[in-house]
Nanobody
Framework: QVQLVESGGGAVQAGGSLRLSCAVS????????MGWYRQAPGKQRELLAH???????IYADSMKGRLTISRDNAKNTVYLQMNSLKPEDTAVYYC????????????????WGRGTRVTVSS
């Protein structure tokens, strides 16, 4: 069983930065692909980025240039660095594990964390 725990969210002013962490209970060596999503109030969950086989892909056009995904296998942790945050980035951010890659696109796997809330004020 794989458990994911996100942390690092909070309240920040526009222009600020946050680094979200996703701690994975199982060795990440056994999990190749992982993704970060977010869900804003009243909106569908949105895929932001994934990392697999050492390669990172950013999907969210609204966050390109402001987002970095990385992983530390020694710490069983995946990170999402977010810079120049905007009020529209306010959402609950989730990590996902065990997904598959098809046509360079990440399809979510069965494992989700409970999310960490990010609130950006203007």
């Amino acid at each position: 069983q794989v458990q994911l725990v996100e942390s690092g969210g909070g309240a920040v002013q526009a222009g600020g930065s946050l680094r979200l962490s996703c701690a994975v209970s199982a060795s990440v060596f056994s999990i190749n692909a992982m993704g970060w999503y977010r869900q804003a109030p009243g909106k569908q969950r949105e895929l932001l980025a994934h990392i697999a086989s050492g390669r990172a892909t950013i999907y969210a056009d609204s966050m390109k240039g402001r987002l970095t995904i990385s992983r530390d296998n020694a710490k069983n942790t995946v990170y999402l660095q977010m810079n120049s945050l905007k009020p529209e980035d306010t959402a609950v951010y989730y990590c996902n594990a065990g997904g598959s890659i098809s046509g360079s696109y990440y399809f979510s796997g069965d494992y989700w964390g409970r999310g960490t809330r990010v609130t950006v004020s203007s």
